[in-house]
């Protein structure tokens, strides 16, 4: 049962344009959601995170996006650089109920120069 | 460099066998978290701990076992290993004034052969 879904594998975008990730969820329960960016042979590093009260938050080139009756989020980046090229994972947590992230499968993202 | 430090960084062994991958956390986070990537797939929680004691578990197995100790680094043992144990195994930590944000180490990859 994937309660974090990211239909996209895969994205590419040209340097300068919008990238636009997103997430859908199933469990009405999540009230705070984050992104990781992964770059290979490293961990997930924190991106952005929005909480449920909320329906944007920005951080820079990063803003993120939640549409809670649609049960979607998404990830602005612009403009978008070659070295945004990364897997980025969408997770929910159902915070301060419980402790663990659900993840989504990733989006590895390609920019091109 | 998220302050997450895991050991080893590759491990290859034989189906049967037992292992133990190591996690130290960021100085002064409390709460350590264990999550499985299997190949294409999200990352999948296995457990949290908190100051010592456990906090949450995932759909972690039975072979699987985890502790975290007086220094708050925490151990994951994996026990009568088989080939579909083979994954990344991420330990992140939390705790600060941004509770609810995880920060994960590079990763420990295992190889079962």
């Known amino acids: 049962d994937q309660q974090v879904k990211q239909n996209s594998p895969s994205l590419s975008v040209q340097e300068g344009r919008i990238s636009i990730l997103n997430c859908d969820y199933t469990?009405?329960?999540?009230?705070?959601f984050l992104w990781y960016k992964k770059y290979p042979a490293e961990g997930p590093t924190f991106l952005i995170s929005?909480?449920?009260?909320?329906d944007k938050n920005e951080d820079g080139r990063f803003t993120v996006f939640l549409n809670k009756s649609a049960k979607h989020l998404s990830l602005h980046i612009v403009p978008s650089q070659p070295g945004d090229s990364a897997v980025y994972f969408c997770?929910?947590?159902?915070?301060?109920?419980?402790?663990?992230?659900?993840f989504g499968t990733g989006t590895r993202l390609k920019v091109l120069a | 460099d998220s302050g997450v430090t895991q050991t080893p960084k590759h491990l290859i062994t034989a189906t049967g066998q037992r292992v133990t991958l190591r996690c130290s956390p960021r100085?002064?986070?409390?709460?350590v978290y264990w999550y499985q990537q299997s190949l294409d797939q999200g990352l999948q929680f296995l457990i949290q701990y908190y100051n010592g004691e456990e906090r949450a578990k995932g759909n972690i197995l039975e072979r699987f076992s985890a502790q975290q100790f007086p220094d708050l680094h925490s151990e994951l043992n994996l026990s009568s290993l088989e080939l579909g144990d083979s994954a990344l195994y991420f330990c992140?930590?939390?705790?600060?004034?941004?509770?609810?944000?995880?920060?994960f180490g590079a990763g420990t990859r295992l190889s079962v052969l």
């Open positions: 100085s002064g986070d409390l709460s």
């Open positions: 992140a930590s939390s705790g600060g004034q941004r509770v609810n944000i995880q920060y």
């Open positions: 929005i909480s449920s009260i909320k």
């Open positions: 469990n009405s329960m999540f009230d705070y």
């Open positions: 997770a929910a947590s159902d915070w301060p109920g419980t402790y663990k992230y659900i």
